[in-house]
């Protein structure tokens, strides 16, 4: 899989080196030049421009890639990106960083965005789940489909405790993609039965989200 990644900084080099381990051909785009660093990932390809220009992502051959990443510490920027990539070269998947949560609103299908990634939010989030016992808890919103990545632990007296998965009826819109049990991911089946402390991982859409804390928790 070929990614471009806007924004050679920390945060893009942390994700490059990521996919590159992975085995993906990675492009760093970035207009400073002292944050090309061909040194520090030499098998990562380089690009000194300006993403948001159409002549530097005509350069960097962005019709060529499977997913773009704007990854720049500007808001602005990284919408920019997300719409010419989406737009100007039929990108199949654009993740774009949030900066500013107060901009989250912008992050969405208009803009080319398919996943929006808050940085602040994200954090948060995690602070919320090591600490909430039956509070839905949402990591990461999905733009294009209009849902959300939501996360719930399930209280020890929790009704559906033994209750095997395929026995719940679920809200529509809701998918339980992952079971985190004991320090493992277990994978959802029909047969298994959900456990008390059980960390639930659903794709949802945010309209089912009250719906299904209130399923879990009554």
């Given at each position: ?20 381990e ?34 530097s992502?005509d ?11 704007a ?23 654009v993740?774009s960083?949030v ?57 020890a007296?929790?009704?559906l405790?033994?209750t ?21 991911v ?31 928790n009554?």
């Amino acid at each position: 899989m070929r990614v471009a990644i806007a924004g050679a900084g920390n945060v893009g080099r942390s994700i490059a080196v990521e996919l590159l381990e992975n085995g993906h051909e990675v492009l760093l785009v970035d207009k400073e030049p002292h944050r090309i660093a061909v040194d520090e990932l030499p098998r990562a390809e380089w690009l000194l421009a300006d993403a948001c220009e159409i002549a530097s992502l005509d350069e960097a051959g962005l019709q060529r890639c499977n997913v773009v990443i704007a990854a720049t510490g500007d808001d602005k920027a990284n919408l920019v990106v997300s719409l010419l990539a989406k737009t100007e070269y039929g990108v199949p998947r654009v993740v774009s960083r949030v900066n500013h949560p107060k901009n989250e609103w912008l992050f969405n299908d208009a803009w080319g965005v398919d996943v929006a990634v808050s940085t602040p939010r994200l954090m948060s989030a995690l602070v919320e789940e090591a600490v909430s016992v039956g509070d839905l808890v949402r990591v990461l919103r999905f733009s294009q489909g209009d849902a959300n990545l939501v996360e719930l632990t399930l209280p020890a007296d929790a009704p559906l405790v033994g209750t095997g998965i395929g026995e719940v009826e679920w809200p529509e819109d809701t998918a339980l993609v992952a079971v985190l049990r004991g320090g493992r991911v277990v994978v959802p089946t029909p047969e298994e039965p959900l456990e008390g402390g059980d960390e639930l991982l659903f794709v949802a859409a945010p309209d089912r989200e009250q719906q299904l804390e209130d399923l879990l928790n009554r």
